[in-house]
C-alpha cells in the first residue's frame, strides 16, 4: 500500500493537524464529522476490509454477515464456487436483507420487509407483485432491476481470509499488504485448513483507533500486561524486532521467549507494577507452547489498516476485526482458530492458551478497559495532543521493541487516507 505524507495544513472540515507523526490531536477520537469522514474516506474508500473467513464459505449457498466500518455487508459463494460480497442493505427502503449471522444452502435473499429477492451475487431478481394487482399499481413498466442492487464489493482472499473493498481504485490485495506483511500472514494461516473453535464480540468503551493504537504499541504490552512480564511471556528485552510497511497502515511485531534474556534486572529498576514475581499458576500447562512454526517465535501480533489482527500468542491463534459503532464506541470482533491436522494434545493446548485473551483474557483483559481510561480523559481536551516519541520520529521497522514507530505509522496511512 502506497501513502503519500499528508499535509499538515488544516482544511476546512477539521483542525490542522500538528507537524510530523509525533503528536496527535485528541478531537481525532471524539468529533462526530471525523467518524463519518472515516466510514466513507476509508472503510468505504481504497483500502481492503477483513470480511470472513473462506471456512465460513465451505459449499456453494454459504453465507455470513460482515462488516466494512459501519456498512452491514453479506459474504457469499455462488453456484459456481466464487465468493462475493454485497451490502446487507435492500435496494427498495433501506432494510437490513439478512438478520441472520451466518447459514448453509440459499439460493436468494428475500427482505423481510417488502419481499424484494436477491441472488447470491447480490443482483435483484424479484419484486413482489411488481406488476401490480388486476393490472393495478405495481412498478413502472420501465423499471429495471438490474440498475437497483445493492453495492457490491470487490473481494480477495489471502492464506483463508476474505477481504472486500468498496473501491475499484484499491490495488490488487498482494499488492496493499506487501509481500513481508502477506508473507508473515501465511506465515500464520498458509497451508492448513482453520477451525473455528470460537467467536464472540466484545464491547470496546472507546473510539475504534484507540484499539488500533494499543494492538501496534509494542512498548506498553510487557509494561500494562502483568501476566506477559510476570510469566516472561513478553519483556522488551526478548529477541524480537517491529516492521512498518511503507505505507505506515500495517504492522508485525514479533519476540522469542528467550531464557538468556529473561529475569533480568531491567523491570525491577523501573519499578512498573507488572513486574511481579509473587504470581504464581495453578496449572502452569497453559505455557508449555510447541514451536508449531519452527522458527522459534512466540508471540507475532500482525495487523493490517484499517481494522484487522491476526495473532499468534504461543500456539493461541485468533483474528480480531474491530468494528466502529460511533466516535466513542466499538466492537471487537474474535474468531479463534485452530486446524483440522492438529492432534488431539494441540487442540486442548491451543483451548487452554485461549484464556490468554479476550475481555477476560490473563493478557487482554487490560486492552478492553485502557482505550475507555483514555477516551475518557480526554473528553474535556480536544485541543491537547498525545505524545508519541518513543522510540524516534518516524514510521519505520526497528529490532527495538522500544518503539512507537507502527502507532506513528497507523497515524501516517490514517492522515493519507482522511486528507488530513
Known amino acids: 500500500m502506497q501513502s503519500s505524507a499528508p499535509h499538515p495544513a488544516g482544511t476546512k472540515e477539521f483542525p490542522s493537524w500538528p507537524d510530523g ?6 478531537w481525532a477520537f471524539q468529533r462526530a464529522d471525523v ?3 472515516e466510514q466513507k474516506r476509508i472503510f468505504q474508500g481504497p483500502f481492503w476490509n477483513f470480511l470472513c473467513l473462506e471456512a465460513d464459505l465451505t459449499a456453494p449457498g454459504d453465507w455470513r454477515a460482515a462488516q466494512a466500518g459501519d456498512a452491514g455487508v453479506i459474504v457469499t459463494r455462488n453456484e459456481a464456487g466464487e465468493i462475493h460480497a454485497f451490502e446487507n442493505r435492500c435496494a427498495h427502503r433501506g432494510a437490513l436483507i439478512c438478520l441472520d449471522d451466518s447459514g448453509r444452502g440459499k439460493k436468494d435473499f428475500a427482505c423481510v420487509y417488502h419481499a424484494w429477492t436477491y441472488n ?22 420501465d423499471f429495471k432491476m438490474s440498475d437497483h442492487s445493492p453495492r457490491k464489493l470487490r473481494v480477495a482472499a489471502l492464506a483463508g481470509l476474505v477481504f472486500g473493498t468498496f473501491s475499484r481504485e484499491a490495488p490488487d490485495l498482494r499488492e496493499y499488504l506487501g509481500s513481508e506483511i502477506s508473507a508473515r500472514i501465511e506465515r500464520v494461516l498458509a497451508g492448513r485448513k482453520p477451525v473455528v473453535l470460537g467467536r464472540f464480540t466484545q464491547a470496546l468503551p472507546n473510539n475504534w483507533k484507540l484499539y488500533m493504537e494499543n494492538v501496534k504499541d509494542s512498548y506498553h504490552a510487557s509494561i500494562l500486561h502483568t501476566f506477559f512480564t510476570t510469566f516472561e511471556l513478553n519483556r522488551l528485552s526478548q529477541k524480537g524486532a517491529v516492521i512498518v510497511d511503507e505505507s505506515g497502515g500495517h ?10 534474556a529473561t529475569g533480568n534486572a531491567e523491570y525491577s529498576a523501573q519499578g512498573i507494577r507488572s513486574d511481579n514475581a509473587g504470581y504464581k499458576l495453578a496449572d502452569p500447562s497453559m505455557l508449555q507452547g510447541v514451536d508449531e512454526y519452527g522458527d522459534g517465535v512466540t508471540l507475532q501480533i500482525l495487523s493490517v489498516f484499517p481494522s484487522c489482527v491476526v495473532q499468534q500468542i504461543q500456539n493461541a491463534i485468533a483474528i480480531r476485526q474491530i468494528v466502529p459503532r460511533g466516535p466513542g464506541r466499538a466492537d471487537l470482533h474474535w474468531i479463534y482458530l485452530g486446524f483440522e491436522d492438529d492432534t488431539p494434545e494441540l487442540r486442548l493446548l491451543r483451548l487452554k492458551q485461549a484464556n490468554l485473551v479476550g475481555p477476560a483474557g490473563y493478557i487482554s483483559m487490560e ?3 485502557v482505550g475507555g481510561f483514555v477516551q475518557r480523559a480526554v473528553e474535556g481536551a480536544p485541543g491537547m495532543e498525545s505524545v508519541l516519541e518513543m522510540g524516534g520520529a518516524d514510521a519505520r521497522g526497528s529490532e527495538s521493541r522500544v518503539t512507537e514507530a507502527s502507532v506513528r505509522g497507523f497515524w501516517k496511512a490514517w492522515r493519507a487516507g482522511m486528507g488530513v
Open 120 to 141: 447470491l451475487e447480490g443482483g435483484l431478481t424479484g419484486i413482489a407483485f411488481k406488476n401490480g394487482v388486476k393490472g393495478r399499481g405495481g412498478m413502472p413498466k
Open 21 to 26: 507523526l509525533t503528536r496527535v490531536p485528541f
Open 367 to 369: 486492552d478492553g478497559c
Open 251 to 260: 504492522h508485525v511485531s514479533y519476540s522469542a521467549i528467550d531464557s538468556k
Open 35 to 37: 467518524y463519518a469522514a
